[in-house]
Every structure is written in C-alpha cells, then in structure tokens.
C-alpha cells in the first residue's frame, strides 16, 4: 500500500489519547467503579474498523500505556488487551454487519474478557478484588458502546482513515 492509502493515523491515535484521559480522570470512589473501560472500547472500535492497520501489536501497546497510567504490574492490561485485539480482527468480519445492540454485547463478552484475565493476574500476585464489582465497567461500556461507535464511525468516515 502506498503512503497515501494510509490516513489517519493521527486520528486514530488521537482517540487512544481521549480514550487514556477518560480513563485516568479521577473521579469520586462510587462513580469510579462504573467508569467504562474506555481504551478497551476505543481498541475494539479500531480492530473492527481497520483490522489491516490496528491488532495486537496496538493492543499490547496501549495496554503498556494502560499499565504506566494506572500504576498496575506492567503487563496484565497489556496481556489483556491483545488478547480482546486478537478476537476483535478475528471476528471483525462478522461483527461488523452486526445491529449495534448486538455490537453492545460483544463488547459486554469482550470487555469481561479483559477484566477477568486481569482480575487472574491480580489473584496470581496477591491482589485479587471483588470480582463483581470489578465487572461492573463492563456493563457500562455495552451502555456507551452503541454512542461511541457512531461518534468513531463519523469521525473515521470524515477524516477518511483507511
């Protein structure tokens, strides 16, 4: 592919940097526990998008980001970032003709994917939370997922990122 086959890089990663700061604005102890995993969701957004351009290799790296952001053991976000990466481009042909409530759900079975491998690398270190309460930014990333899908949609359709 050529250069100019390739646009938007910078909006794509302008969106992983609005999707960091949304995650790492501090917010009031119950409000935080229903803070949607928005780099997740950001990430799923662009592997069904793009899959040629964003996969695993992003993943990973915006889960090291993810791991320095949140002060974690480097590594478990990056973990499970490249795994949800790897089942998005896989799945991305048959998600994306999905309705966006079915969309929603996926990114509900996703998102508890993620969590739940990095609740396994807390138990393994001796850190292991509340699982329920740790699932909740799950539900509210299904609830957001269908408004930030159509905001993504329109900004990749209008600065054309292919």
Do not use: N
């Amino acid at each position: 592919m050529t250069l100019l086959e390739h646009r938007g890089g910078g909006i794509i990663l302008a969106s992983f940097v609005a999707a960091y700061v949304f995650t790492i604005v501090p917010l009031p102890d119950t409000a935080a526990l229903l803070r949607p995993e928005w780099v997740a969701m950001v990430l799923i957004y662009w592997c069904l998008a793009v899959p040629a351009r964003v996969g695993v290799g992003v993943g990973w790296a915006s889960g090291l980001v993810l791991d320095v952001a949140r002060g974690t053991l480097l590594g478990q976000h990056a973990l499970a970032l490249s795994l949800v990466a790897f089942v998005a481009v896989s799945l991305h042909q048959r998600v994306r003709v999905f309705p966006l409530w079915q969309q929603a759900g996926i990114v509900l079975l996703l998102v508890v994917l993620q969590q739940l491998l990095v609740v396994w690398v807390r138990g393994i270190t001796g850190h292991a939370p509340d699982l329920w309460l740790y699932l909740l930014p799950a539900l509210t990333s299904m609830v957001i997922w269908p408004w930030l899908f159509i905001l993504l949609r329109y900004t990749r359709r209008h600065f054309q990122v292919k």
